[in-house]
């Protein structure tokens, strides 16, 4: 993508976590006191066991090393927005879907460099090597991150009715930006496509459901609440699709490694759906 696209994108991932940072209070980094067991088993799945279990994935099922990276990115960056509205609906806890979420975010500005350094290192060729610079990657994660979303939290501190005016709004022009971000990707790798699909579409599955199942069988192992194992499994499952795409084109300039993403972030809809139906039902 040339340079205003990049430059949009960047933008659009600002806007969708200033959202997020509209709807956390600091109350929601407090709650590790209150549910340690919760939070720790539901970090574990995300910041361990999510990575192992997409490096498994990317390995096995023998993927280019465009979508092998792709998931390898995706798997580096646990939760987002959208984890916390399918718990909403789905009824789990969402206290505790926050709370990972927020934490994550914060512990990920120093995980993701290592994580997509592993894969790039593993799975291109000598020749087609390269690396992010981990301090100028964490920087860069720091200001199209955790900085909008602090001014979010602060913004709702002292202006909680504009925060909950503009809660809706944000969600609904994040998704508008996802589509477009989406349809460029499938413009920009047209010749391609067919099969990245082909291959990213049964890893993007892989990793959605068999995360969102090991997260909720260790939950309720664990004897945690069923809305607890839901969320952490919605926590497991639901990648920030949106962040996974930006660092594939903003640090890493291949369009290429965010197509998992990107077919990704399709079918965690469904996935979604699934769960909020399922919830629903019982």
Known sequence: MDSVSTAI?????????????????????KRVIFYPRAVCIGLINQLVLLPLIGFGIASLLGVSPEI?????????CPGGPTS?????LAKADLALSVTLTALSSLITILTIPFLVNFALEYFLQKGQLIQLDV?????????????????????RYYKPNFASRMAKPVRIGSGVVLALIIIGL??????????????AGVAAFALNTITMFIGYFIAKFFRLSKPQATSIAIESGIQNGTLAITIAIVLLNNTAYAIAPAVYSVLMFLTGGIIIYWASKK
Do not use: C, W
Request: no cysteine.
């Open 9 to 29: 994108l960047a933008g659009a991932l600002i806007i969708i976590m200033l959202g997020m940072g509209l709807s956390l209070v600091l109350q929601d980094f």
């Open 68 to 76: 092998a990276i792709g998931i390898m990115i995706l798997a580096a």
């Open 84 to 88: 916390n509205l399918i718990s909403h």
């Open 135 to 155: 301090v100028q990657t964490i920087i860069q994660i720091l200001v199209i991150v955790i900085i909008p979303v602090s001014i979010g939290m602060v913004l």
């Open 186 to 199: 499938v413009i920009k790798e047209r010749d391609n496509f067919v099969n990245y699909f082909q291959q």
